[in-house]
């Protein structure tokens, strides 16, 4: 099985993603996503298969989201993609695409799911 991980190295649950991937045998490309970006629509993509808003692909919890004031309900999903793109910190993490889906992989237990 091949398997895609939007990664950031220093988060614990992103490494235990990771973890559960290899131990599942699968044939993981790591996307250090800080240093290489997903482009708008490949970010649109993967929520979309995922079944989710970008809103709830938002790092809601950093500080730049709030100063951007990307939390608030007005934000459009293409401010919100746009923003992601331009600082990709405020991509929650890991996001995780496999023949069988694409999730959000918070707790990592989730990346069972498309295993």
Do not use: F
Request: glycine share 4%; net charge neutral; with cysteine.
């Amino acid at each position: 099985m091949k398997a895609t991980i939007y990664h950031n190295p220093a988060c614990g649950t992103s490494r235990k993603t990771l973890d559960i991937l290899r131990e599942a045998g699968a044939e993981v490309e790591v996307i250090e996503y800080l240093k290489q970006p997903p482009a708008k629509e490949e970010l649109r993509r993967l929520y979309a298969r995922a079944g989710i808003w970008p809103r709830e692909g938002l790092r809601a919890k950093e500080a730049l989201a709030r100063d951007l004031d990307m939390v608030s309900v007005r934000v459009s999903d293409d401010a919100i993609l746009d923003a992601m793109v331009a600082d990709p910190i405020l991509i929650e993490r890991p996001l995780v695409e496999t023949d069988k889906g694409v999730v959000l992989a918070r707790p990592q237990d989730r990346v069972r799911e498309i295993l």
